[in-house]
């Protein structure tokens, strides 16, 4: 089973700034994507940026500019830089990454996604 853990929430000024990082650990397979989705209250979890092991990046365009995700492959981690925070941007930020599993000899897999369990990112004066 693969575990993430995510850390470098808390509370921030409107346009201040918060690093958050993940680390996966326990995974049998080669992880493709990493991420960051985020919760706002009341809403249904959304993109935030993700990051292939090949450096493919992709970013919502609501923080395009602001955000950036980068990923360190040998240690299994990813962090996002958050800057100039709006009001209101208050939310629950999760990890994800997706790992390809082989399941047979033949060489059949399964792409499955594992979830943190989310630090929250307070905005607030």
């Known amino acids: 089973q693969v575990q993430l853990v995510e850390s470098g929430g808390g509370l921030v000024q409107p346009g201040g700034s918060l690093t958050l990082s993940c680390v996966a650990s326990?995974?049998?397979?080669?992880?493709?994507?990493m991420g960051w989705y985020r919760q706002f209250p009341g809403t249904e979890r959304e993109l935030v940026a993700t990051i292939t092991k090949d450096g493919s990046i992709n970013y919502a365009d609501s923080v395009k500019g602001r955000f950036a995700i980068s990923r360190d492959n040998t240690k299994n981690t990813v962090a996002l830089q958050m800057n100039s925070l709006p009001l209101p941007d208050t939310a629950v930020y999760f990890c994800k990454v997706g790992v390809r599993e082989i399941v047979n000899v033949e060489g059949r897999y399964v792409d499955k996604d594992y979830w943190g369990k989310g630090t929250l990112v307070t905005v607030s004066r």
């Open positions: 326990g995974s049998r397979g080669s992880i493709n994507l």
